[in-house]
């Protein structure tokens, strides 16, 4: 299986948004609701932000925000803030029953 | 609260078999709304799915590490575990364990993971 496709890098002024694309195939992001994006600060275990596709767990910040038109998902974050600066994964289930991650995005918040 | 904790060797020889467990306190690895998998790290690179194990022992698989990974689960001691034969230089990464709500992408709790390099 291949890797979704993300942008290695996007960066953006504090208070800006931003948009991370997230691209597969209609075996996987466009075949279920079963995006999921983290966020991974260096060192650290990622973390949970956004899953099946739109949804915030609880203690995630209302800044982010995630949707997906056909086989394209993207997690949005408005008002950016310098603790946002971090790497970005999108994941998705696929039609063979696995889970498939994105190549990460890096974001830097200037 | 629920926490997942990974333990086992941080040096494997090559050729030899990566043997990882990861125990998960404060919740019950029998519960049927949760799947509990695998996901790995090389250095400086991305997340790569190795596979997940549900508490009745049905396991799924990447299939690009398929014919060399076994995963399985001990619900006496709340506990699963991965198993990865003729490991390589390519095998060196950080192993996080997770736990997956069934039916969702809610995968919520993570290991806070471990290094395992494959070196002779």
């Known amino acids: 299986q291949s890797a979704l496709t993300q942008p290695a890098s996007v960066s953006g002024s504090p208070g800006q948004s931003i948009t991370i694309s997230c691209t597969g195939t209609?075996?996987?992001?466009?075949?279920?609701?079963?995006v999921s994006w983290y966020q991974q600060h260096p060192g650290k275990a990622p973390k949970l932000i956004i899953y099946?596709?739109?949804n915030r767990p609880s203690g995630v910040s209302n800044r982010f925000s995630g949707s997906k038109s056909g086989n394209t998902a993207s997690l949005t974050i408005s008002g950016l803030q310098a603790e946002d600066e971090a790497d970005y994964y999108c994941?998705?289930?696929?039609?063979?029953?696995?889970?498939?991650f994105g190549g990460g995005t890096k974001l830097t918040v200037l | 609260q629920l926490q997942l904790q990974e333990s086992g060797p941080g040096l494997v020889k090559p050729s030899e078999t990566l043997s990882l467990t990861c125990a998960v306190s404060?919740?019950?690895?029998?519960?049927?709304?949760?799947?509990w998998g695998w996901i790995r790290q090389p250095p400086g690179k991305g997340l790569e799915w190795i596979g997940t194990?549900?508490?009745?022992?049905?396991?799924y698989y990447n299939p690009s590490l398929k014919s060399r990974v076994t995963i399985s689960v001990d619900t006496s001691t709340n506990q699963f575990s991965l198993n990865l034969n003729s490991v390589t230089a390519a095998d060196t990464a950080v192993y996080y364990c997770?736990?997956?709500?069934?039916?969702?992408?809610?995968?919520?709790?993570w290991g806070q993971g471990t290094l395992v390099t494959v070196s002779s």
């Open positions: 997770a736990r997956r709500q069934r039916s969702s992408s809610f995968r919520d709790y």
């Open positions: 099946d596709v739109s």
């Open positions: 194990i549900y508490y009745s022992g049905v396991t």
């Open positions: 994941s998705s289930y696929t039609s063979s029953t696995t889970w498939v």
């Open positions: 404060g919740g019950s690895i029998s519960s049927s709304s949760y799947y």
């Open positions: 209609i075996s996987d992001v466009g075949g279920y609701n079963y």
